[in-house]
């Protein structure tokens, strides 16, 4: 049974999409991840008692799909957020990258909610918001044939830099505010994929647990 730490907190985003290929949108967060180190980082306790990053050579990106199209409204609704609590409760493996979990859930022919938590020791709200944003731009560019950004960079640096599995004190990405500023839905632009008016993204900011 996994060990629980209180002292860890997760941020999760619930955002209403219209329109998503789920293996496509699948293919581009993990290009956009690929990109950065924080997808291959994970945590343990070290001898001091502090929390260590150690950074693994890949990690696979895990989008679980369901259907809830044969459930009423309000039942989704509330099964929504059941699952939400449940994965609160549950927490996050620390030896396990990413360190996150996203839920691509579909609620009718055209409407779908999309769910991403993650360890605040791995980035704040605002470095979320901006992985939201690229994993949006890289579906666009997917979706018309092209290699995002981010994938292409990180094809050339995996083949110079395997990854580190030496330990450094964990941090978050940046400090999150004193009060966390509006959040406003990034722009995703490309067909057939559209958000809902930004009061249907949402952001909770929860302690713990997570499991380590």
Known sequence: ?????????????VMSLRGVVPYVYEQAWQ??????????TTLHRGPD?????????????????????????????ARLA?????ESAAGLPLDRAPLMCATLIRRSDRDWTFAWRYARELMD????????????????VLLRGGIPRRAAASA??????????????ASP???????????TAPPLTA?????????HLTGVRTRGPVAR
């Open 156 to 169: 050339r640096s995996r083949a110079s830099l395997p990854g580190t599995t030496s330990p450094v004190a």
């Open 49 to 77: 008692g502090l929390l260590h990053r150690t950074l693994r050579p890949e990690a696979r990106f895990r989008l679980q799909i369901v259907d809830w199209r044969a459930t009423r409204a309000e039942v989704q609704d």
């Open 191 to 199: 067909p057939p994929l559209t958000a809902l008016p930004s009061s």
């Open 173 to 183: 990405v940046a400090a999150p505010p004193a009060m966390a500023p509006a959040v």
């Open 31 to 40: 290009a956009v991840l690929d990109g950065t180190p924080l997808a291959r």
């Open 82 to 86: 059941e699952r939400l609590a449940g």
């Open 125 to 140: 709200r605002r470095a979320g918001l901006r992985i939201l944003e690229e994993a949006a731009d890289a579906y666009a």
């Open 1 to 13: 049974m996994s060990a629980i730490s209180e002292e860890l907190r997760t941020e999760q985003f």
